[in-house]
């Protein structure tokens, strides 16, 4: 009996242990604070690839996403800046990844109204009525 009670103390000390570990891993996460001159240094693949062995040893999905992401500048703020750190990620991504943004024309997909057109496609417009009502006249 006291065996068993042993066994089971030592299984419930052991998950309680694996728990405080994945709160710790969470908190470490949502608490970087890193740097925008990290993500700065990248600029070639080899640089790349440096930076994300150096920051994804042990997690495999992580490493092949940071390697292979089209956006690393994005990649990048995310994992320097932890939850917390909102305002220095936004202002990382603002600072580093503006240029790929601009360079996307409505990347948002946005619409945007221009009156040009829309002179001319009413101008087309009238031009078709007048077509039509000078064709039925003759």
Known sequence: MRKK?????GKLSQELTSVRTEINEGLKTAYKKG????CKRVGS??????????????NPTNLQECTTSQDFCDFCCHNEFGEI?????EN???????KEKLTQPNAAGRW??????EINAIKANNDQKNAVSNNMGQ
């Open 5 to 9: 009670a042993k066994r089971r103390l």
């Open 35 to 38: 740097s925008t001159e990290n």
């Open 45 to 58: 693949d080899e640089d790349k690839l440096h930076y994300c062995t150096a920051n994804f040893p042990d």
């Open 85 to 89: 750190y909102v305002q220095e990620r």
């Open 92 to 98: 990382c991504l603002s600072e580093l990844c503006k």
């Open 112 to 117: 945007i109204w221009e009156k040009k057109l």
